[in-house]
């Protein structure tokens, strides 16, 4: 591409970002935006404070109000098995592989046969 075609399209490009900016500029959305911006700004400034401070103090009361804002650390409930021994149609129902009777099964049949026996 030549120069004098890669400047047409960039001077192309300029004058329809600026248009969009001007258009931008009248909004009225935008307009009340930019408001709220400064007026936020200054009050900030009339009490020393900073957004991080802000932040801060509404992550605080939100927490002491009982609103938990982040869901980290939070487990999937477990799904329950059902398992049904096929030689003598016993059945158990469990969450985890703690249960007392599915180690037993799984010592004498092997962990494997007994996961077959799911449900």
């Known amino acids: 591409m030549s120069k004098l075609t890669e400047f047409r399209l960039l001077e192309q490009s300029l004058a329809a970002q ?18 709220f911006e400064t007026k936020l700004k200054a009050l900030l400034f009339e009490y020393g404070k900073d957004v991080r401070d802000v932040v801060a103090m509404f992550n605080l009361q939100d927490k002491s109000d009982g609103i938990d804002t982040q869901t980290k650390g939070k487990r999937r409930a477990r799904v329950m098995k059902v398992y ?7 059945i158990v129902q469990s969450k985890g592989g703690n249960h007392r009777v599915l180690k ?16």
Do not use: C, I
């Open 18 to 35: 600026l248009e969009t900016l001007e258009v931008l500029r009248t909004d009225a959305e935008f307009q009340k935006e930019l408001e």
């Open 84 to 90: 049904q021994n096929p030689y003598n149609q016993q």
């Open 104 to 119: 037993q099964w799984k010592s004498q049949y092997g962990a494997h046969v007994v996961e077959m026996w799911v449900k």
